[in-house]
């Protein structure tokens, strides 16, 4: 057993079992852990922070690592972080469609103690895209109040021809106060009919998991018309 692998386990059982050494509460309300699959099935992202004391000093590293449930002894994979002392990590060969949750374990590390943070997950529920990308409107062609809307979808979305989205439109005319909403629909395509003459449009679009796994994105950057219908 090498050093590292016996470090991961005395951390795990650290975390699991605690005792009056393995960290403070304060530390360990300290270490907030989130983590999200806008790139799934390829991986989940998460991510940390905490609020160091005014009288910390000296470095500060983390040890990520996660296993396939807490109750029974397995083996701890690493979560791939880009250097110790990075505040993220990326889990690349989740479980797909799991019944035991995958469980993330941030250890903190700094002079005077550690803490550690448990996280259970199911990868499908922390489904959330990143926004649609290239969202793009034009008129019509001999339809003078009608707009087509275009995008695509999110560009960290790998394979959207098997794990497919859907999508939300919503718009308003320049100067008002609310949108109004359409879709879902799973087109990257829509148009807009019936719009007011005379007037400028903002339109953005959301996309979510097909099968209603996780959250929907957030709204895409508005697009605009670059000139008002009807002119």
Same mark, same amino acid.
């Given at each position: ?99 035991? !949750? ?6 903190? @590390? #700094? ?5 550690? &943070?448990? +996280?259970?997950? =199911? ?60 879709? !879902? ?6 148009? @807009? #009919? ?5 007037? &400028?449009? +903002?339109?953005? =679009? ?26």
């Amino acid at each position: 057993m090498t050093p590292r692998h016996l470090l991961v386990l005395t951390l795990w059982a650290g975390c699991l079992y605690p005792s009056g050494g393995k960290g403070t509460p304060e530390a360990v309300s300290q270490l907030r852990v989130q983590c999200r699959a806008s790139r799934y099935p390829v991986a989940v992202d998460c991510s940390w922070t905490w609020s160091p004391a005014s009288n910390t000093t000296g470095p500060t590293s983390f040890i990520a690592t996660y296993r396939l449930g807490v109750a029974a002894p397995g083996d701890s994979r690493p979560c791939l972080q880009p250097a110790p002392d990075a505040q993220r990590c990326s889990i690349p060969d989740v479980r797909l469609f799991s019944m035991v !949750p995958h469980v993330l374990n941030v250890t903190m @590390l #700094r002079p005077g103690g550690a803490a550690c &943070r448990l +996280l259970p997950f =199911v990868p499908e529920h922390l489904i959330k895209p990143d926004p649609p990308a290239g969202v793009r409107m034009s008129h019509v062609s001999g339809q003078r109040l009608q707009l087509q809307v275009q995008w695509q979808p999110p560009r960290s979305w790998p394979f959207p021809e098997v794990f497919s989205l859907k999508y939300w439109i919503r718009y308003k005319r320049h100067g008002a106060t609310r949108f109004r909403q359409v879709g !879902p629909i799973e087109d990257t395509t829509f148009t @807009l #009919r019936a719009v007011r003459p005379h007037s &400028r449009y +903002l339109i953005q =679009v959301a996309a979510q998991d097909l099968t209603d796994y996780g959250d929907p994105s957030d709204w895409s950057s508005p697009a605009a018309t670059s000139m008002a219908l009807g002119k």
